[in-house]
């Protein structure tokens, strides 16, 4: 027998779940029917996922899913959807648009007086001071294997890493700016997402080779998706986030999350120390979970508030 031919017969002898069927599809906002960028593609209770393009397509492999398994489709400032995936595989089939609808937030004007209020740069106070460091190119197996069988752009590094911002419990706190450097060769482009979060519920506790990790759920208070690409330099990237009105009474968390990076590398400002309480958590990929890493305490994020004076002892007292 021809070994072409042999290949062949092979090939289409497989099982359907080892190959794959490709699906390309798009995700729209229902209001202005134009595509969403980056919007978070995934079986979150498969603890896998991925991003659609700049212009809100998409393009993966349906491998071992179920046409029961529930995809689910997410973006700042949209309301989640789900579809089965036998239903995404026919959208995606007839070049029907997967449409989200925005999000609607009733915000009361806020009035910060300079009397009620001070102004405080939270993290790193000097950010063009950081140091440029490489972060270590953690291996998710598991993710790499999904990215393979999955057909996604291994360019999109997948990894989020968190810093905490500590602000006063019970304190009224408006997040006015953010700030980060990043650190590229003129020939390297990367794209980040900018996240905000609230912490969540404590999950479990996992043994890793740097100890004991503590696993963690974050809320994601940010209104409007903020998405910065870096282009060829070392810079200090600043983002507004006044107009969002994102106010916290607690510890918060600031995230880059890399959604592309053309060397597949993660390089940023930071400050780092060990031995010392640790505020830096990190995800591995999309719909993983949040981990609290120990002993490591690296500072990369420098965030701009605007909080409430609290009342001085004396204060107090005679009140």
Known sequence: MNVKLFFCFLLGSLPAFLIGQQYTGIIKSKKNNEGLPYVNIGIPAKAWGFRSD?????TFKVTSEKDTDTVQFSLIGYQTAYLPIKELKEKCASNSGIYLDEMTYDLAPVTILPNDYEVKVLGSENPEELDCFELPRYKDTTYSRVAR???LD?????????NKIPVKEG???FIDKVQFKVCLEPKDTAIYRINVYTKGKNLKRHITPVGMVREQSFVNIMKEPVVIKCIGKTEVITIDLSSQDIEVNDDFYVALECIYASDKKIKI???PALFSSTDVFIRLSLFSEWLKLPVINLTFISATVSSKKMPGFWERLFR
Not at 154 to 162: K, R, Y
């Open 54 to 58: 700049e212009k809100g397509v998409f």
């Open 149 to 151: 069988e999955k057909g």
């Open 154 to 162: 291994t360019n999109s590094v997948g990894i989020e890493l968190g």
């Open 269 to 271: 400002g930071v400050s």
């Open 171 to 173: 304190q009224r706190t």
